[in-house]
């Protein structure tokens, strides 16, 4: 089944401790992608990757870090989480070597981060 | 003033109603144009994209571009309970690359 996988789906943690949450898709996309959703401002979106070891920044990526060593994953790092990354995160990925879409976007089941 | 205003609701419509939804945006370099589905803590779907200017039909579906007035809408006819989802609309392109905008979302309720 074609699929973006995240993990964990929800996390609890405290200020300044270091977390990670892993994002897999298994459809060969070339473009992966981070976003937090917040009410009342829908999706903002982190960082992105192009292809392997290519990210770039979107418009919210202030104390989160990205790597992107092999094509099917996408980690988001949390180096020091601060309560006001509290949010629900999606991974997203899109377009294959195939002719893909680069505009349909499949998203994971999100991640829901508390930061005390 | 954010890139994309989309009105977030909520909106509630009787079932068999035409609903529309609407987004405006202010960057003019915006080539494609997309509309998402998101249901209760799930991860949005796309529903409908188009390129630049013009309207775009799927089913009971109908998504509309007017870039002169950098102006989205999607149209769902005959609306169903099943609709009840909220509603974004998400642009990118030009300057701004592999960038997506993503409007805040519209809650919409369809009550049978």
């Known amino acids: 089944e074609a699929q973006v996988t995240q993990n964990p789906r929800y996390l609890i943690t405290v200020t300044g401790k270091k977390l990670t949450v892993t994002c897999s898709q298994n459809?060969?996309?070339?473009?992966m992608s981070w976003y937090r959703q917040d009410p009342g401002l829908g999706l903002r979106q982190i960082y992105y990757?192009?292809?392997?070891?290519?990210?770039d920044k979107g418009d919210v990526p202030e104390g989160y870090k990205v790597s992107r060593k092999e094509k099917r994953n996408f980690p988001l790092i949390l180096e020091s989480p601060s309560p006001n990354q509290t949010s629900l995160y999606f991974c997203?990925?899109?377009?294959?070597?195939?002719?893909?879409?680069?505009?349909?976007?499949?998203f994971g089941p999100g991640t829901r981060l508390t930061v005390l | 003033q954010k890139e994309v205003e989309q009105d977030p609701g909520p909106l509630s419509v009787p079932e068999g109603a035409i609903v529309s939804l609407n987004c405006t945006y202010s960057?003019?370099?915006?080539?494609?144009f997309m509309w998402y589905r998101q249901y209760s803590r799930k991860g949005p779907e796309l529903l409908m994209y188009?390129?630049?200017?013009g309207n775009k039909e799927d089913g009971r579906f109908t998504a509309q571009v007017d870039k002169s007035s950098k102006y989205i809408s999607l149209f769902i006819r005959d609306s169903q309970p099943s609709d009840s989802a909220t509603y974004l609309c998400?642009?990118?392109?030009?300057?701004?690359?592999?960038?997506?905008?993503f409007g805040a979302g519209t809650r919409l309720f369809v009550k049978a």
């Open positions: 997203a990925s899109s377009g294959d070597l195939s002719g893909g879409s680069y505009n349909e976007q499949f």
């Open positions: 459809m060969n996309h070339e473009y």
């Open positions: 990757s192009m292809n392997v070891e290519v990210t």
């Open positions: 960057n003019s370099a915006f080539q494609y």
């Open positions: 188009t390129y630049s200017s």
């Open positions: 998400a642009m990118k392109g030009g300057t701004g690359g592999f960038k997506t905008i």
